[in-house]
């Protein structure tokens, strides 16, 4: 018999064992690349609050880059449903292999952008994978060094494929398109009133268009009767506490770059959450 071994090596899946929330996870390893699993350290406490609170059934990610967060969810609940939207082909191919190894059921991952309409764009970046990426460069803090087209989708026209359960938390890092996704995902917002984890980098004082969008945006989440609280972290970037605010952009920080959006319906379930110092 004649073994292949191109073809098996071609077969490897090279990982590194690692320890997160009391779970043993494979971290695989693409193009010398992988996955930072002790980032966003904040965002892991937030999510095991959240959870124990209300269970969460049903998770958005918009912009998963290489499973920061994918991995803080499964390790919380294997059971929560997990529907990622990455444009970056490469970064979805990489989440693949990492749902793969892991064998975790109940993700999905889906190889596009969204936006408030379908169309093509490109994703600029300073690499390949560079979590800074992003379809609007001006607004964001990324290096244009390498160019990739792009798909992007409205959520409606996409929401048949994901099914028509109430969605709990959508977490949206876009680098700059936050406007465009909330925009997308206004039906639904109406609808469900889910948790909306986002991040938006700090004012940038000669940046017009940037200051606008950001008040564009807070405006538009407060007619949506959502209410803004900033995430407030230790010098080891984990969680302290949360702070209301009113508006969003306007900090010299990207340290306080990261907001919890709660619904007025939600107020009270989550008062132990808003409360705590």
């Known amino acids: 018999m004649r073994i292949n071994i191109f073809s098996s090596l071609l077969s490897f899946n090279l990982f590194i064992p690692r320890f997160y929330n009391g779970k043993i996870i494979k971290v695989p390893i693409q193009d010398g690349i992988k996955v930072g699993i002790s980032t966003e350290l904040w965002m892991n406490d937030l999510l095991k609050k959240i959870h ?12 998963a880059n290489l499973g920061q967060t994918l ?15 990455e444009p970056n082909y490469l970064c979805s191919n990489y989440l693949n292999k990492l749902i793969e190894i892991n064998n975790w059921k109940k993700t999905h991952i889906y190889p596009i952008g969204i936006f408030n309409e379908n169309s093509l764009k490109y994703l600029e970046g300073k690499s390949d994978y560079d979590k800074s990426s992003s379809i609007m460069p001006d607004c964001a803090e990324t290096t244009k060094v390498v160019k990739k087209i792009t798909s992007f989708h409205t959520y409606d026209s996409v929401k048949k494929l994901i099914g028509s359960e109430a969605v709990d938390i959508i977490k949206i890092d876009t680098e700059g398109s936050e406007l465009e996704v909330i925009q997308s995902y206004k039906s639904l917002l109406v609808n469900d009133s889910p948790l909306i984890l986002i991040e ?29 609280y900033r995430i407030y972290k230790d010098s080891n970037n984990k969680l302290i506490n949360l702070k209301k605010e009113n508006s969003l952009g306007t900090y010299d920080d990207n340290s306080y770059a990261d907001h919890l959006l709660i619904h007025d319906s939600k107020i009270n379930a989550y008062n132990k959450l808003i409360t705590e110092n």
């Open 71 to 85: 991995i803080k969810v499964k390790t919380i609940d294997k059971n929560i449903n997990y529907h990622s939207f």
């Open 52 to 63: 124990s609170i209300k269970k969460i059934k049903n998770f958005h990610d918009i912009g």
């Open 200 to 228: 938006i980098l700090k004012l940038q004082k000669d940046n017009e268009k940037k200051i606008k969008r950001d008040q564009d945006l807070s405006d538009f989440i407060n007619r949506l009767n959502y209410n803004i």
